[in-house]
């Protein structure tokens, strides 16, 4: 019997490990009927829906239909953070997870079906400014996770993983972009882009900045004879 909670006990310490890695869910659209709804402002008009199928979590999702939205209720851009989220294509689109967003603009990572490529652009007064691309092939009806993390205020890293959420398959690492300061969060979409699970901020420290809070783990079974 002690075999079997040791094995339990080390599956459960790994899965909890990758779980504390991920910063909190900042927007997971399950309270909304319609897009945007507050603290999202609309930067530029489009048909974004709100949606039930498909979804990653919960039981809604974003359908992106091409407008830019923002948000700067939350500060994020410090050395250590990240901002990730989930995107499921069913046509040849585009995704753009937004940093460094203001009134004026923002910056984004790209999932790219429609070039096959994985890139950063530049979105002054919301336009459109490739910074660096690499190849990346993508499948149809499969969800990926985009993450950025923030190596230092002007130097992040961006990340492609895999429908399990942590193989990585592509990146584009220790890219400085001299002008980025912390700001709030930006998205966009279009060409079947859904999105889902909107996290940024600190990772494993629980509470607003923070991750996960755990439970000690003997709390997790009984007491068993030796």
Do not use: H, M
């Given at each position: 019997m002690k075999k079997i909670y040791v094995v339990f006990v080390a599956f459960m310490l790994c899965s909890l490990n990758v779980l504390a890695q991920l910063p909190p869910i900042v927007e997971d659209f399950e309270t909304m009927t319609a897009w945007p709804t507050a603290p999202w402002i609309n930067a530029v008009?489009?048909?974004?829906?709100?949606?039930?199928?498909?979804?990653?979590?919960?039981?809604?999702?974003?359908?992106?239909?091409?407008?830019?939205?923002?948000?700067?209720?939350?500060?994020?851009?410090?050395?250590?953070?990240?901002?990730?989220?989930w995107v499921n294509f069913s046509g040849s689109g585009r995704a753009y997870l937004g940093f460094g967003a203001t009134a004026g603009g923002s910056y984004s990572i790209l999932c790219a079906p429609n070039t096959n490529t994985f890139l950063i652009?530049?979105?002054?007064?919301?336009?459109?400014?490739?910074?660096?691309?690499?190849?990346?092939?993508?499948?149809?009806?499969?969800?990926?996770?985009?993450?950025?993390?923030?190596?230092?205020?002007?130097?992040?890293?961006?990340?492609?993983?895999?429908?399990?959420?942590?193989?990585?398959?592509?990146?584009?690492?220790?890219?400085?972009?001299?002008?980025?300061?912390?700001s709030g969060l930006s998205l966009?979409?279009?060409?079947?882009?859904?999105?889902?699970?909107?996290?940024?901020?600190?990772?494993?420290?629980?509470?607003?900045?923070?991750?996960l809070l755990l439970p000690p783990i003997a709390n997790f079974f009984p007491s068993q004879p030796s």
């Open positions: 008009a489009g048909t974004s829906t709100i949606v039930t199928t498909p979804v990653k979590s919960g039981t809604k999702a974003l359908s992106c239909g091409g407008d830019w939205a923002y948000r700067t209720d939350l500060t994020i851009g410090t050395t250590n953070q990240v901002i990730s989220w652009q530049q979105n002054t007064t919301w336009g459109y400014v490739d910074l660096i691309s690499v190849p990346q092939v993508y499948n149809l009806n499969q969800w990926y996770r985009v993450e950025l993390t923030y190596n230092s205020s002007t130097n992040v890293s961006a990340r492609l993983y895999d429908a399990s959420g942590t193989t990585l398959i592509n990146s584009i690492l220790n890219y400085t972009i001299s002008a980025l300061v912390p966009r979409g279009f060409g079947g882009a859904v999105v889902d699970e909107f996290r940024a901020g600190n990772v494993g420290g629980g509470g607003p900045g923070g991750g």
